[in-house]
């Protein structure tokens, strides 16, 4: 199993929600922030959502008010709950360290269609 281990994606309509998981096999805790990104067929990977140890997020302005993030540091692990998903956020999850010096995990698949 490597690093990072995202879960939580699916196949979901307009409208509805999905909460993702990333579990990192290291102490996040010595991550001071931790961040969600997204990728696009044939694009790179995109920061969408962070979150520092003391709590501070920040959104993509695509995803402010609909996506939020949290961490849970003893379980070494990163969500990404999101609400009123559209079409547009149909992408490859990834979570990484910011910047991004861990392995990539697989990342997880978000599909949102009618």
């Known amino acids: 199993q490597g690093v990072i281990v995202e879960s939580g994606g699916g196949s979901v309509k307009p409208g509805e929600s999905l909460r993702l998981s990333c579990v990192v096999s290291?102490?996040?805790?010595?991550?001071?922030?931790m961040g969600w990104y997204r990728q696009f067929p044939g694009q790179q990977r995109v920061l969408v959502a962070s979150?520092?140890?003391?709590?501070?997020?920040d959104y993509d302005g695509s995803v402010k008010g609909r996506f939020t993030m949290s961490r849970d540091n003893e379980k070494n692990t990163v969500y990404l709950q999101m609400d009123n998903l559209t079409a547009e956020d149909t992408a490859l999850y990834y979570c990484?360290?910011?910047?991004?010096?861990?392995?990539w995990g697989q990342g997880t698949q978000v599909t949102v269609s009618p």
């Open positions: 290291r102490r996040i805790s010595g991550i001071y922030v």
């Open positions: 979150m520092s140890l003391d709590g501070t997020s």
């Open positions: 990484n360290g910011i910047p991004a010096y861990l392995p």
